[in-house]
């Protein structure tokens, strides 16, 4: 079956420094999405790809935060620098298409900042 | 406010029916209702969404007010593997996934 992969499972880092993710979709998927979940909370969009374009990046904290999908099929999400409060679970997602379509969600990346 | 309204938690004896409500008054006519559930430590998994009928799948069924303010999810004979934190979301025409802070349902044998 196929599965929405990231990388690392598990980070630690120490505040102020860089800190990268990445997000393999499933295979012909248009839309991915990434989500910040902290401990005890419901995952909270930070930005929504469609193909290589940035469609909602809102809630994306672009001081520190960059995120970019160039070929439309990976992608890759950076903090830098990383502060205290990035420490939360980063999950990917991605669906064929938006609304009315499910949203296949992977692992996640625990980040510990310290 | 544009979250998704739920219990934090509830517990339901194996064999029987969980309902799992959820609450969202503001939503718009042409937002999904979407339900994930997530266990310990993985991303959440797709359950089931609908927009203004009632929907059941193979895991569950939805029921979805006429109003649409609110929804349940029924799960009909609980096992404990259905132990997890269950999410109702609201989802836009751009696919912008809205959660709330989830329930965290405990099947009890």
């Known amino acids: 079956e196929a599965e929405v992969a990231q990388s690392p499972r598990y980070k630690i880092t120490e505040k102020s420094q860089a800190v990268a993710f990445w997000c393999d979709p499933i295979?012909?998927?248009?839309?991915l999405y990434w989500y910040r979940q902290i401990l005890g909370q419901g995952p909270e969009l930070l930005v929504q790809?469609?193909?290589?374009?940035?469609?909602?990046d809102s809630q994306l904290p672009k001081d520190r935060f960059s995120a970019e999908r160039l070929k439309g099929v990976d992608s890759t999400l950076k903090i830098q620098p990383a502060e205290l409060g990035d420490s939360a679970m980063y999950l990917c997602a991605s669906s064929f298409g938006t609304a009315g379509t499910e949203a296949f969600f992977g692992q996640g990346t625990r980040l510990t900042v310290v | 406010d544009a979250k998704t309204t739920q219990p934090p938690s509830m517990d339901c004896a194996e064999g029987r029916a969980a309902n799992l409500p959820c609450n969202h008054s503001t939503i718009s006519g042409n937002e999904y209702v979407y339900w994930y559930r997530q266990i310990h430590s993985q991303g959440p998994q797709y359950i089931i969404h609908g927009l203004k009928n009632n929907e059941t799948n193979e895991m569950a069924s939805l029921i979805i007010t006429e109003d649409r303010k609110s929804s349940t999810l029924i799960l009909p004979h609980a096992t404990l593997r259905d132990t997890a934190v269950y999410y109702c979301s609201r989802q836009s025409n751009a696919g912008k996934s809205t959660f709330g802070d989830g329930t965290t349902l405990t099947v009890k044998p």
């Open positions: 790809f469609q193909d290589e374009s940035v469609v909602d």
């Open positions: 295979s012909g998927h248009a839309t």
